[in-house]
């Protein structure tokens, strides 16, 4: 028999359904900055001003890394942060189930 999914799904079953509909996902923050640029006389650098852009943070073996994200891609990067937490929420949800679905096939154990 197929289930179909519903909070009574497997584990297993759930987060092979999930996980396709969260693409894109990332981890990190992405955050508004300005920047001075290098064209020299350029008068939005010089009333301070400047450039805004876009900045993403993650951490990259243990170390705190930054790139700059193209304004036009900042919708899609927005939506893979989200989808990143999403997955995060969905990970945690799956330890209690996955216990729920042993004690279930292996008759009622204690709850603790
Ligand atoms: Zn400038």
Redesign the pocket.
């Known amino acids: 028999m197929r289930r179909s999914p519903s909070p009574n799904s497997s584990p297993e079953a759930l987060f092979l359904q999930q996980i396709p509909k969260l693409w894109p996902a990332i981890k990190g923050s992405l955050a508004q900055v300005r920047k ?4 020299p006389g ?5 009333r301070g001003q ?2 805004p852009a876009f900045i993403l943070s993650f951490t990259r073996a243990g170390k705190r890394r930054c790139m700059y994200v193209p304004k036009d891609l900042v919708p899609l990067f927005e939506r893979a942060l989200q989808n990143g937490r999403q997955i995060e929420t969905l990970l945690y949800e799956l330890g209690p189930r996955l216990l729920q679905e042993h004690r279930q096939q292996r008759g009622s154990g204690p709850e603790i």
């Open positions: 001075t640029c290098l064209r350029c008068k939005a650098c010089a400047k450039h």
